[in-house]
């Protein structure tokens, strides 16, 4: 089922703050008299003279070499049809986004005001200068096809219209895989294809490039069939116009081998597909709604091969699969267009890439043990961090080879390694946590439900299905609240722990609590008298099972929220203390800071067990932990106690885990420079890989202030403070968090459950057994 989706929040996300999504932020150092007169005059005018001897040097000195304009005239947008450039402008910004955060191109969006072909490839034609690609969306057809065809042929940049192409490249992949399962040749199968649009015409196009037959086809539009005694068919579709008798969709489909539907939702009737040959492929791919359900489809036939344009499927047909990627690959080797041979490689390249074993972070985000090549995973994920490297270098080989490349790559190895530092090969942790959670939500607590922002916060992760909020606190204050800020919570619990309903429950907790703490300084009245506070009503709900998580201290001091949970909950087994640690979003990848929030001034013994709590956190996101311990010293440069006891404290790790990638005392800026390492400390452990993710500090004051200056003056999107040591989930918020910050605690909060809850389970398996 789609996830419902507010209207008002996703009119707040375009409009609040800096309206749009996008922005331009330069990337040279502008901030002196100097710089501005290197930028601009008179410096810039030495580039300006080496672009006019040899107009390729445009390459070497701008950013037109990275940089793709989106253009649209708003005919075809999305499902919303012709609404004009103005409305089309929030989906090319978006367009624009994804470019960005999957190969790391730029992007100009362009609408323009023209339905005139002429009009429109003259425009494009006079932009050329500026970019280094062109991606055509939502143009409607035909013209579209006319649009494109003169672009790439008076064009001496690369140009796609994605809308086309996209859909036929993703599914082309998934169709050879299919093909290869169920042991039947692309040449003898019989093909059903309902819709004879743009995608659906490259569809076709491209699956007879990959050696399907003309007359396989049977092909249906609005008015049926194609057939060849229609004379309203233009030239390409009378290519696979068929002279069979067959007027419907359902005689079509008896016996046929593949199903390819780019029309509306649910035409396709289980018999139909029941009417299909042995072990029938199926692409339904209308959106939102398939052509005929997941479910209706397998269960009608068990060995179907089924993909769809849903997330929520197995086998999602997802044009960011495929554009990012082509693009780059065809700008890093200056390709003067992007031709069939190319489009065939990024077909051959996504087939292979499912064959190969899939990344633990993969199975992490979609919450798979083992996601193994079959009838369920014929083609790779979105969130597979390999694409970028696998697709763009199998595009720009394409390139090369067909003669269309102007700029060839030579040491391959070194494109691919470039390639994965553009964005890091973790760069997508925060994505990956989201897919997750979404997977498999968890009940969480939010025990302080009087306020605005845990109100906006729980109706977001209720909406997006990361999780299924439980709201404590008075409800008629909660309800007032959300209908005064326009906030949804229809559906979700609302627990009120002084309420009269609660006082069984109350004295039930209370009980347990004191058997808890009896000989710690509570009595049984004031054990169950506390239950009226929310923190510890809270808490004792995760600890009967009652909820998975709790969420609180967005309005509390840190002491005042975390003493409930170390009494009610505890740490986990062998635990020792507890520490908290921040996950700071970097365009390198995520870095893990601790303690931030829990331990004042560590001995080197307890900094070693906080070291040890941290890498199983960061090990728990399939990323390899790599500390530094971080001093103003470097390796015994200062005698001080405080870096003595960075030092000690390595030592220490390295005793209980030596498989530890762990090195220190060092100074911050020492930890990601590698080639200062090189020079200087030829010893350090940390030179060889990657680059360093996790950083241990040596009291809490200097925790603290780095992770608030990456946040609050560098910019950096956090996520924290995780606690760790605890039994249970329980994180403590900073205080005055966001509304996106809550979110990202939830997210964090369910997958801690989720492992949890496997790490509970596999014990329990274990104890069964002896």
Known sequence: MARKLNKQDALDYHSQGRPGKIEVIPTKDSKTQWDLSLAYSPGVAEPCKEIKKDVENVYKYTAKGNLVAVISNGTAVLGLGDIGPEASKPVMEGKGVLFKIFADIDVFDIELNTKDVDEFVKVVKAMEPSFGGINLEDIKSPECFAIEERLKNELRIPVMHDDQHGTAIISGAALLNALELVKKRIDKVRFVVNGAGAAAMACVKLYVALGAKYEN???FDKD???????????DMKKLFATSSKVSTLAEAMKGADV????????????????SMAKNPVVFAMANPDPEITYEAATGARPDVIMATGRTDYPNQVNNVLGFPYIFRGALDVRATQINEEMKLAAVRALAELAKTPVPDIVNLAYGERNLVFGPHYIIPKPLDPRLLSTVAPAVAKAAMDSGVATSPIVEWDAYREELNKRLGLDNQLFRVIGSKARKDPRRVVFSEADNVKILKAAQVVKDEGIAIPILLGTEARIQKLAQENSIEIDGIEIIDPKSDEMHDKRHYFGQLFFEKRKRKGFNLYEAKKIMRERNYFGCMMVE???ADALISGLTRKYPDTIRPALQVIGMEEGAKRVAGMYIIQTKRGPLFLADTTVNFNPTAEEIAEITLMVAKEVRQFNITPRIAMLSYSNFGSSQSPEAQTMAKARELVKQMDPSLQVDGEMQAALAFDKELMKDNYPFCELIEGGDVNTLIFPNLA??????????QVAGFDAIGPVLLGMKKPVHILQLGSTVRQIVNMVLISVVDAQTKCIAKHDALKKKGKK
């Not at 049926?224 to 233009?234: A, E, M, Q, Y």
């Not at 396709?268 to 597909?273: C, G, L, R």
């Not at 200097?702 to 946040?711: F, K, R, S, V």
Request: net charge negative; proline share 2%.
């Open 217 to 219: 086809f049977t092909l």
């Open 224 to 234: 049926g069939v194609l057939n060849k005694s229609r004379t309203d068919l233009d």
């Open 259 to 274: 199903f390819i539907g780019l029309s509306v939702g649910n035409v396709v009737a289980p018999e139909m597909v029941k």
């Open 544 to 546: 009967t099972g009652e």
């Open 702 to 711: 200097a925790g603290n202030i780095a992770y608030n200056l990456l946040q």
